[in-house]
C-alpha cells in the first residue's frame, strides 16, 4: 500500500504561485505514474497533469497547459506540481494519485483558494 500526502495548498491571490508537493510511503521509482487531480466545489474531480516514473515524459490538460509543471524528485520520492497564473477558476482540493500496474493510489488531498 502506497502512502501518499500532499501539502503546499494555500491561499493566493490571482496571478499567484503555488507549488505543491505530494511525498510518497515508498520509492517513486516502483511507480509507472504519478498524476495531479482536482475537485472544486460541486464538480466532479478532475485529471490535471501526470509524469510517467521511468523517462519523466509529462502530459497536461488543456486548461493547465503553460500555467502548471509537474516534475518529480526520485531521491525525495515526491511529485510535484508548480502552478503559475493561478485563477480564480483553480481554486479546488488537489490530489495526488500514484498507480502501479493496475493499483491506483490516492492521498488525501490539499486545498487550493484563489481569490483577492
Known amino acids: 500500500q502506497v502512502q501518499l500526502v500532499e501539502s503546499g495548498g494555500d491561499l493566493v491571490q490571482p496571478g499567484g504561485s503555488l507549488r505543491l508537493s505530494c511525498g510518497a510511503s515508498e520509492l517513486i521509482s516502483s511507480l509507472d505514474f504519478m498524476s495531479w487531480y482536482r475537485q472544486a466545489p460541486g464538480k466532479e474531480r478532475e485529471w490535471v497533469a501526470r509524469?510517467?516514473?521511468?523517462?519523466?515524459?509529462?502530459f497536461y490538460e488543456d486548461f493547465v497547459k503553460d500555467r502548471f509543471t509537474i516534475s518529480r524528485d526520485n531521491a525525495k520520492n515526491t511529485v510535484y506540481l508548480q502552478m503559475n497564473s493561478l485563477e480564480t477558476e483553480d481554486t479546488a482540493v488537489y490530489y495526488c494519485?500514484?498507480?502501479?500496474?493496475?493499483?491506483?493510489?490516492w492521498g488525501q488531498g490539499t486545498q487550493v483558494t484563489v481569490s483577492s
Open positions: 494519485h500514484a498507480v502501479r500496474g493496475s493499483r491506483h493510489y
Open positions: 509524469i510517467a516514473i521511468n523517462d519523466g515524459r509529462t
